[in-house]
């Protein structure tokens, strides 16, 4: 149980366009997730939090209008890479948390974002 | 900065040796988790230790938490090969119930065969 999918697992965009990446829980309703970001060899950093059917809350220093982020439903959350530059090239991983005070994160595989 | 910090940064060990990695905090936690990453994958949960919790086991895994020093360490026992992989812990923070991690920087684990 508590899978949580990402679709595309990679994508190569050109510098200019937008890229819109998803994030499912199978088997479990998320009220929450959560997107990150990671570069190469470096930890996750969260990017903002997605509640289902409200804004998300971003994390200090994202652009929320480059990152557009929607939860639309309990088991989807995505996120739109506007405008897209060579520098938001990164690896972007979502997760979302099992309901409940200590709530366990289960993470996505992760997409791998390259723009050119 | 990051909340958490992790040390060792890279642990190279034999197949059957225990790797201990430790993580230290600096805030008030709800929870304190870990996971593992393999190179360009995304990450699996281990285990989750809950801050009124000292001391929790899954498998070869063991897991420590001292509030009073704002500190965790996860001790892999009887290593093997397929345990290389980075290993992460992220707290969570008692001001968002736990929900909001905070990822430290990760410890690169190497278990030659």
């Known amino acids: 149980g508590a899978v949580v999918s990402q679709h595309p697992s990679r994508v190569i965009c050109k510098s200019g366009t937008s890229v819109k990446i998803e994030c499912r829980s199978l088997?479990?309703?998320?009220?929450?997730m959560f997107w990150y970001r990671q570069f190469p060899k470096q930890s996750l950093m969260l990017m903002a939090t997605s509640n289902e059917g409200s804004k998300a809350t971003y994390e200090q220093g994202v652009e929320k209008d480059k990152f557009l982020i929607n939860h639309a439903s309990l088991t989807l959350s995505t996120l739109t890479v506007t405008s897209a530059h060579p520098e938001d090239s990164s690896f972007y991983i979502c997760?979302?948390?099992?309901?409940?005070?200590?709530?366990?994160?289960?993470f996505g595989p992760g997409t791998r974002l390259t723009v050119t | 900065s990051q909340q958490g910090e992790e040390d060792p940064q890279a642990l190279s060990i034999q197949e059957g040796e225990n790797a201990t990695m430790n993580c230290s905090y600096k805030t008030s936690i709800n929870n304190l988790q870990w996971y593992r990453q393999n190179s360009g994958r995304g990450l699996v949960h281990l285990i989750l230790?809950?801050?009124?919790?000292r001391e929790k086991h899954s498998g070869r895994l063991r897991v420590t938490l001292d509030t009073s020093k704002k500190s965790s360490s996860l001790l892999i026992t009887a290593s093997r090969a397929a345990d290389t992989a980075s290993y992460f812990c992220?707290?969570?923070?008692?001001?968002?119930?736990?929900?909001?991690?905070?990822f430290g920087e990760g410890t690169q684990l190497t278990v030659n065969p």
């Open positions: 997760s979302a948390r099992l309901a409940g005070v200590y709530g366990e994160q289960y």
């Open positions: 992220a707290t969570g923070s008692s001001e968002t119930s736990g929900s909001r991690l905070t």
């Open positions: 230790i809950r801050s009124n919790e």
């Open positions: 088997d479990f309703q998320a009220t929450t």
